[in-house]
Structure formats: C-alpha cells, structure tokens
C-alpha cells in the first residue's frame, strides 16, 4: 500500500496535496490517504480528497494538532504509519512537509528521499522485498543534473515529490470511503508553540497582474546593474522582478521576489536575466507564456524551461536590446 | 550561551558540472568549492547571538579533508573552534548519514543551540531535521528570526522565539524552549566578510578531528546521474550581441507575439 500525506491548513486542502496523489496513483493502485489536524479541519479536507480514486481516506484528528507542529504531526503520522505499515509513503515537498517528515522517517528510522521529480518502476531490485523497487528522480547540483535513487532498508521509504512535477488535474477520480481516527498524540510532549501566519505588511506591489515582467538573479553581479534592467522593463512596458538572492542582498525590495517564498506570476512575457533556475524560483514563473533566458551560463536550468535564449553577457544583450526595441 | 553551527562545503555555482564516467557522482576532483551559502547565514546569526548572549561559537562540518577549507573561512569570520568530522564517505553521504556523523560529534558538546543552513544546492534539505531528532531536541525550520530569551521558559537556556518563513509570503512566530536546532534561511541577516585579523587569528583557533566511520549499510543508492531532457524546446538565438538582441526582440513582436 502506499500512503499518501495530504496537507491542509483551517480545513482548506494545499492543492499539492492533489499532486502526490498523482504520483502515488503512478506508483501503484493500492494507495491510501491521510490528513492530519484538528476533528473539524481534518474532516473537511478528507471529504474533499475522497474525490480521489483511492482506497481510503483517513481523517487524523486530535485538538492538539489544530495548529501545525513538528512535534505534533511528527508524533501521530509516527503512530498512525506504524500502525498502517505501507511500502511506501508519499508527501508533497511543501515547507510544511520539509518541516516534520525528515524528523518522522529518522524516528521511524526508514529511508527517504526528497525533493523528486519523477518516479520509474522496475529499478533494480533493492532486495528489501517489502518496498518494491523504485527509482526516484531528483535533481542534484542546481538542478543541472538529475540523479535516479533507489532506496533500500525496511518499509514503508518515504518520498517527497518536487511542487508541480505533477499535475493536479491528473489525479484519477473516483469516491473513497473517509475514515475519522483519533490521533495518538500526547500533548505534553509538544515542544513548539505556534501562533497565527501572518503576512508582512500589505504588498504593494501585485507582480502576477503584470503583463510583461524583466527579472534578475545572481548575474546582474551588483546593485548598481539593477538599472540595466530597469531600462529594458521600460522599454517593453514590464515590471521589474528578482529572484530570491537579489531581494536577500537588499538590491531590490522584498516584494518583487518570485519563487516559492515570493510571489507567483503567469505574465505574457517573462525575461530572465543572469537568473540560474532554481527551482525555488521557477516555480513562481513557469507558468508564463513566453518565457526568454539570457545567461552566460549555457547549462544553466533556466534554459530547459525558455522558449528562447541568449548564452552569453547580458551587459552587453540587454542594451542592444533596448535599442533594437527603440530602433 | 554555546551555539554549534553545522557548516558544508559545496561546489561553486559557476563550476562546470560534469557527470564521471561510472555515471554515478559528478566529476568533482577538479571542483571549486564554498561554503554553502546558508549556512553562512546560519554561521552569522550564531555570531550575532554570541554577541549579544555571550558564549561560544563552534562549527561542525562533515567530510574529506578538503572541507578545512571552509572550516578556517569560519573561524576566520569569528566562529570560536571547529570540529572537522572526518570521513572520505562523507563527500556522496545522504542526509541521514551525515546527520548521524553530526549528532555523534555535536553530542558531547551538549549545545544550547545548533544551526544549519536550511538546504545546500546539491542536498536534501533534510539534515538539520534530522539531526534535531538525533540530538533529541525540539527543531524549527526555514528561520527569518532568531530571539533568545535567556531568563524565561523551562529550558537549559532559556526560551527561543523564532520567524518561521512559510510559503507565498507567509510567517509564524514559534516558541520553544532550550536546546533546539534551527534551519536558517538565506537572507535573515547581512553577512560579515572575514578581516585580515580574523583570518590571521583563525591560525590560532582549535580544528579537532573526528574520524567518523561508514555506516554498515547505506539506505540510498544512485544508480544513475545525468543531464536532464528537456521540458521545452528553447530557440537559442546567435550572433553578436548586437545581432542577437535585434532578432530576438523580432522574434519576440512577430513570433510569440508578446510585447
């Protein structure tokens, strides 16, 4: 069986959650799925899932786990795993996933592997016999390759797959039988206390309205270049954007991040300067339509997402194309 | 307060990556390498908090010899002594073997506080977690903020309060008591560079030796590394720059339309 662990917050599904569902359908038929909160918002999200062509969908509820803790979820998806014993258990690589699975697989003391882009069946065959043999793709060296992972050691291994390498909308449907359980979870034994998310004051600026968007990475070498790109965004009537070191370094204002601790966009055109591709930013931005990469780097990732390219010096591309765009 | 900083060596972002022959590690014997960039925070925010605190700073880095190199960047930007955890496996181990040769080194020290970066380019993201639960300490991860509060809470130490980053522009305060271990993300602080004086006064500070073993067993195997396929077909446009930038922005106006 494969267990997949779905993610929600007050009640509200994380569409990630949808898809490692995918994977797990891939990976084989007999797949389960739990969700772990309060009685209420666990119920609500697992009546959401059981849209899902699987199994079950198993609703692990218990007061203390109404706010998220690593403590907390790591304490009943320790119990409620053991108890289920499957071959393998699937989550999406969210924060939240980042935050308490790495800690339940060692307190299982069972392998895992994060981050992965793809799964193949028929690896070679770990000898664990249990687990089934899997390969699991991830990338490696900022993302310029990808390496194919079996996992050995008793059951169940745990896999977190990369946000969007698979669709949502791929997931098979069907109508799952929901389960309420109570979570075992011993409350005294939670060390983290958790307030309320909050966002930092209001944004201002609201980059996924943005037709056209011009945006830097590491390349642009230094805060006096930013108006290199500025200069190009007027010119083709865009916004200017950062990926996350640029807006680190306080180059440009925390608020033109794209990437999954910024913003996300889906703009007609989306210009990438000196911006490598990691995927923590490409995240923010695959969903543009016509997406342009300039790099000195001819490996860089960015290239397998552009629909054109430059290799070579932006701080000589960009100006040209400020006078071709004039011109 | 004593805080240990777990520190790993990577290569440099503009190094060449190529895959060996076995196809089953990439060629890094001609690597550059850096400390990964995190753990720089990570190293800088310790630095902050024993300024302001009081105590010790120690850095703990896993690996072959090579990563000494970082080791003396660190202390030469102020981190007190280091621990090398010494092992030529430790250059391809996956994230729960190198949590286990950490924990063994970090344990004697009982810490008040260990911080990692939140995640290196080439690994897991999953180390500092694990080693939180090695250590059998509470953890936090993706760190914007770092309060101690030395007098209140249950604690060795005292009570930490932390910024956790969640996603889309999210936070969260979280509370715990002492000792703990942290992931820092990039960008919590501004970054000290080492002085010359850091540097000569890093030749001076303590580097101790771990030898660590391989484990009996690994858990994880790569059975192939490679260039990725890819997702789109990218047309690479040529020519002098001149050249390039006039027909790509024709090709943006009459092909794809966009601007």
Not at chain 1, 105 to 118: F, Q, Y
Not at chain 1, 289 to 313: L, Q, S
Not at chain 2, 10 to 28: H, L, S
């Amino acid at each position: 069986m494969i267990l997949v662990i779905a993610e929600q917050q007050h009640g509200k599904l994380n569409r990630a959650s949808w898809e490692a569902i995918a994977a797990a359908q891939q990976m084989g038929s007999d797949v389960k799925v739990v969700v772990a909160g309060s009685d209420a918002d666990a119920g609500a999200a697992a009546k959401e899932l059981a849209a899902a062509d699987v199994k079950e969908v198993v609703a692990l509820g218990h007061d203390a786990l109404g706010a998220y803790t690593a403590d907390g979820f790591v304490q009943a998806l320790a119990a409620f795993v053991g108890a289920e014993s499957p071959a393998h258990v699937v989550l999406p690589h969210t924060y939240q996933t980042r935050d308490f699975a790495p800690r339940l697989a060692a307190r299982l003391d069972r392998a895992m592997i994060t981050d992965c882009t793809a799964v193949k069946a028929g690896g070679p065959s770990t000898g664990s016999g249990q687990a089934g043999a899997f390969a699991f793709t991830r990338p490696m060296f900022q993302g310029k390759v990808a390496a194919d992972v079996v996992l050995d050691g008793p059951a169940p291994h745990f896999a977190t797959f990369q946000i969007g390498a698979f669709r949502a909308d791929a997931v098979k449907k069907g109508s799952a039988p929901v389960r309420s359980a109570a979570a075992a979870v011993d409350a005294s034994q939670i060390r983290q206390k958790a307030e309320e998310p909050f966002r930092e004051a209001k944004q201002a600026v609201d980059l996924s309205q943005a037709e056209r968007i011009v945006s830097v990475g590491r390349g642009i070498k230094g805060q006096e270049h930013i108006q290199i790109a500025q200069q190009l965004a007027e010119a083709l009537g865009a916004e200017v954007a950062a990926s996350r070191p640029i807006c680190d370094a306080g180059w440009l204002p925390m608020e033109r991040q794209i990437g999954s601790s910024g913003q996300t966009v889906a703009p007609k055109l989306y210009v990438a300067l000196g911006i490598s591709g990691a995927i923590q930013h490409v995240v923010g931005m695959k969903g543009a339509r016509t997406i342009v990469a300039i790099n000195k780097d001819a490996d860089a990732p960015i290239f397998e997402i552009a629909d054109y390219g430059i290799v070579g010096d932006l701080f000589e591309i960009v100006p040209a194309m400020v006078a071709a765009l004039k011109g | 307060m004593k805080i240990v900083v777990c520190i790993k060596q990577v290569v440099t972002r503009e190094w060449q990556v190529r895959v060996n022959d076995a196809k089953t590690w990439v060629r890094d014997q001609d690597a550059s390498w850096e400390l990964n960039e995190p753990d720089a925070y990570a190293l800088e925010e310790a630095l902050r908090l024993k300024e302001k605190h009081g105590g010790e700073v120690i850095v703990v880095s896993a690996g072959p010899a090579r990563v000494t190199q970082v080791i003396r960047e660190a202390l030469a930007r102020g981190a007190d002594r280091a621990i090398h955890v010494d092992g030529e496996h430790l250059a391809q181990a996956d994230a729960f073997v190198a949590a286990d040769a950490l924990a063994a080194a970090i344990k004697p020290e009982n810490p008040d506080l260990v911080l990692t970066g939140l995640q290196s380019d080439q690994g897991f993201a999953q180390v500092g977690v694990v080693l939180a639960e090695k250590l059998g300490v509470a953890h936090s991860t993706i760190i914007m903020d770092v309060q101690v509060n030395p007098s209140t809470g249950s604690g060795q130490g005292g009570e930490l309060k932390v910024k956790r980053e969640l996603e889309g522009g999210w936070f969260q305060w979280v509370t715990m008591a002492l000792p703990a271990v942290l992931t820092i993300q990039s960008g919590i602080n501004t970054l000290r560079y080492a002085t010359l004086k850091g540097i000569m006064g890093a030749k001076k500070k303590e580097i101790r030796h771990v030898p660590s073993a391989p484990p009996a067993a690994l858990r994880q195997r790569i059975t192939s590394i490679y260039v990725p396929s890819k997702a789109k077909q990218t047309k690479l446009v040529q020519g002098t720059p001149a050249e390039a930038a006039k027909e790509l922005v024709k090709l943006l106006r009459d092909e794809a339309r966009a601007i």
